[in-house]
């Protein structure tokens, strides 16, 4: 039929030319733009697919950031743990040497060297912040990512803890030195090194006891430990390895000095006395009261008078001097009614200074002790009274530590860098591991970065050959469209030949 109202063509091509230039278009779109899917109507289920993808992709490629920040991290722990490795190297050096017999130098001189390296592991170990409490002595968590649940997300390393801190003090290194061999009792005859000697014999009545006034773990305490008796006697590393099994918590060590007699070393602030025993084969031969009391002779050290309780209202200031600066003390009753508050008022200012007050051996008054020189100034507002009761200002300097040739002290020390190179050893591994770790989670995350990326583009990207050659089809369908809707217009005046 032939209609003027309706051309029925023309419409067909009109609607074919929309459709060929929309393909036409979406082409040009997918050429220009790269990807297959421009937007939701194209794939809504494959761009949702690809939107996940793309997301791993971005929490991945900031997870490898994440996992390099952490091996970068752990390189410069791990670099600061060798240097310390090789500090402990020079402490070793100094002990064994100061340890041996056939040294005629100054142990003191051996000792200095020694305390400044232990001071240097304590600042190496705080500028990796490695320290005790320090920001890396802690749990790392690092999160990589790529895991259906969080748990699978991360690497931790742990280096929390005591255990994982390589300050001197953590180490076990802060209380040893490699000056002096201890100290022993005046008047001491007993030999303990004669071959297959047995002490103590009897029962629990001939345990020989010694008392100690110790300034240990962050207090001053006083602490007792026993050499226990045994009904067929007890062996001399039998007796030694009894009391420092109940010594070593305090940094102090029971050994023999050069002539086989029972000594007490540690770089701790300590005096000690000895209750003895009624074994005929006891650990010592004093029998008079002032044979039996000893202070540590490896320090510096001062004496106070004999020591008496401040009244109410009545004070006493002590002026302690050294080479780093001043530190004053005020004692008044509250803070010195006891000599335990006393000694405790003490050391809650002076300790930072690397001052330490103890009782004396005997009880009736306070040992100040310190590894470097230092001086006491005291003035008291009552005679009597305080420390030193002078109402006066009076002064005294401390006492150098001994020169003894004993090497008690450096045997100890050897003993403590072995298990602190042990501790380090152990240390080294966790921040080694630990680097392993984040390396092979940074090559799975890079691994899955990869393998997502070859999804998405699967899904997203255009196949450019296909649309090049839709591109060559959509133009020539709309070239025929437009010159068929054309031939379709011209039809209505064909109508015009019939009303001729």
Same mark, same amino acid.
């Given at each position: 039929?032939?209609?003027?109202?309706?051309?029925?063509?023309?419409?067909?091509?009109?609607?074919?030319?929309?459709?060929?230039?929309?393909?036409?278009?979406?082409?040009?779109?997918?050429?220009?733009?790269?990807?297959?899917?421009?937007?939701?109507?194209?794939?809504?289920?494959?761009?949702?697919?690809?939107?996940?993808?793309?997301?791993?992709?971005?929490?991945?490629? *900031?997870?490898?950031?994440?996992?390099?920040?952490?091996?970068?991290?752990?390189?410069?722990?791990?670099?600061?743990?060798?240097?310390?490795?090789?500090?402990?190297?020079?402490?070793?050096?100094?002990?064994?040497?100061?340890?041996?017999?056939?040294?005629?130098?100054?142990?003191?001189?051996?000792?200095?060297? +020694?305390? *400044?390296?232990?001071?240097?592991?304590?600042?190496?170990?705080?500028?990796?912040?490695?320290?005790?409490?320090?920001?890396?002595?802690?749990?790392?968590?690092?999160?990589?990512?790529?895991?259906?649940?969080?748990?699978?997300?991360?690497?931790?390393?742990?280096?929390?803890?005591?255990?994982?801190?390589?300050?001197?003090?953590?180490?076990?290194?802060?209380?040893?030195?490699?000056?002096?061999?201890?100290?022993?009792?005046?008047?001491?005859?007993?030999?303990?090194?004669?071959?297959?000697?047995?002490?103590?014999?009897?029962?629990?009545?001939?345990?020989?006891?010694?008392?100690?006034?110790?300034?240990?773990?962050?207090?001053?305490?006083?602490?007792?430990?026993?050499?226990?008796?045994?009904?067929?006697?007890?062996?001399?590393?039998?007796?030694?390895?009894?009391?420092?099994?109940?010594?070593?918590?305090?940094?102090?060590?029971?050994?023999?000095?050069?002539?086989?007699?029972? *000594?007490?070393?540690?770089?701790?602030?300590?005096?000690?006395?000895?209750?003895?025993?009624?074994?005929?084969?006891?650990?010592?031969?004093?029998?008079?009261?002032?044979?039996?009391?000893?202070?540590?002779?490896?320090?510096?050290?001062?004496?106070?008078?004999?020591?008496?309780?401040?009244?109410?209202?009545?004070?006493?200031?002590?002026?302690?001097?050294?080479?780093?600066?001043?530190?004053?003390?005020?004692? !008044?009753?509250?803070?010195?009614?006891?000599?335990?508050?006393?000694?405790?008022?003490?050391?809650?200012?002076?300790?930072?200074?690397?001052?330490?007050?103890?009782?004396?051996?005997?009880?009736?008054?306070?040992?100040?002790?310190?590894?470097?020189?230092?001086?006491?100034?005291?003035?008291?507002?009552?005679?009597?009274?305080?420390? +030193?009761?002078?109402?006066?200002? !009076?002064?005294?300097?401390?006492?150098?530590?001994?020169?003894?040739?004993?090497?008690?002290?450096?045997?100890?020390?050897?003993?403590?860098?072995?298990?602190?190179?042990?501790?380090?050893?152990?240390?080294?591994?966790?921040?080694?591991?630990?680097?392993?770790?984040?390396?092979?989670?940074?090559?799975?995350?890079?691994?899955?970065?990869?393998?997502?990326?070859?999804?998405?583009?699967?899904?997203?990207?255009?196949?450019?050959?296909?649309?090049?050659?839709?591109?060559?089809?959509?133009?020539?369908?709309?070239?025929?469209?437009?010159?068929?809707?054309?031939?379709?217009?011209?039809?209505? *005046?064909?109508?015009?030949?019939?009303?001729?």
């Amino acid at each position: 039929m032939i209609s003027i109202r309706t051309n029925v063509d023309s419409i067909h091509a009109q609607q074919n030319l929309s459709t060929n230039s929309m393909f036409q278009s979406k082409t040009i779109q997918q050429l220009t733009s790269g990807y297959r899917i421009n937007n939701s109507g194209d794939d809504a289920a494959g761009l949702a697919i690809a939107n996940s993808y793309r997301s791993s992709i971005t929490e991945l490629t *900031q997870g490898v950031a994440n996992g390099n920040d952490g091996v970068s991290q752990l390189q410069i722990i791990d670099g600061g743990l060798n240097n310390i490795s090789t500090i402990l190297d020079r402490m070793k050096t100094l002990a064994t040497q100061s340890a041996s017999g056939s040294f005629t130098g100054d142990r003191n001189t051996l000792n200095q060297e +020694y305390q *400044q390296l232990g001071a240097e592991i304590t600042r190496q170990a705080s500028n990796v912040n490695l320290n005790a409490g320090g920001t890396n002595n802690n749990i790392m968590n690092v999160y990589i990512g790529g895991a259906s649940n969080s748990n699978n997300a991360g690497i931790s390393v742990d280096l929390s803890g005591v255990t994982s801190a390589v300050d001197a003090a953590s180490l076990g290194l802060a209380s040893t030195q490699v000056n002096g061999g201890g100290v022993g009792f005046n008047n001491n005859t007993q030999v303990l090194t004669t071959p297959n000697a047995t002490f103590l014999t009897g029962t629990s009545a001939n345990n020989q006891t010694f008392t100690f006034n110790v300034y240990a773990n962050g207090s001053a305490q006083t602490v007792t430990a026993t050499a226990h008796a045994s009904a067929n006697g007890v062996s001399l590393s039998g007796v030694l390895a009894d009391l420092n099994g109940q010594l070593s918590q305090y940094g102090i060590t029971a050994g023999v000095d050069t002539n086989g007699k029972l *000594q007490f070393s540690g770089a701790n602030a300590f005096t000690v006395k000895d209750n003895g025993s009624s074994a005929t084969n006891k650990l010592t031969s004093e029998t008079a009261a002032a044979d039996v009391l000893a202070q540590n002779t490896a320090d510096y050290s001062i004496a106070g008078g004999t020591w008496a309780a401040l009244g109410a209202g009545h004070t006493e200031n002590l002026t302690f001097q050294t080479s780093g600066g001043s530190v004053v003390v005020n004692l !008044t009753h509250a803070n010195g009614d006891t000599l335990a508050h006393t000694i405790s008022a003490i050391n809650a200012q002076t300790a930072a200074s690397g001052i330490y007050a103890v009782a004396s051996a005997d009880g009736t008054t306070v040992s100040f002790q310190s590894a470097n020189s230092f001086s006491v100034s005291a003035i008291a507002s009552n005679a009597g009274e305080g420390v +030193y009761g002078q109402t006066s200002a !009076t002064s005294y300097t401390s006492t150098a530590p001994s020169a003894a040739t004993g090497a008690a002290n450096a045997q100890t020390a050897i003993s403590s860098i072995d298990n602190a190179v042990h501790a380090l050893g152990l240390i080294q591994g966790r921040v080694g591991a630990g680097e392993n770790k984040l390396q092979y989670a940074i090559s799975l995350a890079q691994s899955q970065i990869s393998s997502f990326s070859t999804a998405e583009s699967q899904i997203r990207d255009a196949d450019v050959a296909a649309e090049a050659a839709n591109l060559t089809k959509s133009q020539v369908l709309q070239q025929t469209s437009i010159a068929a809707m054309a031939q379709a217009n011209a039809e209505p *005046q064909s109508v015009l030949k019939l009303l001729q």
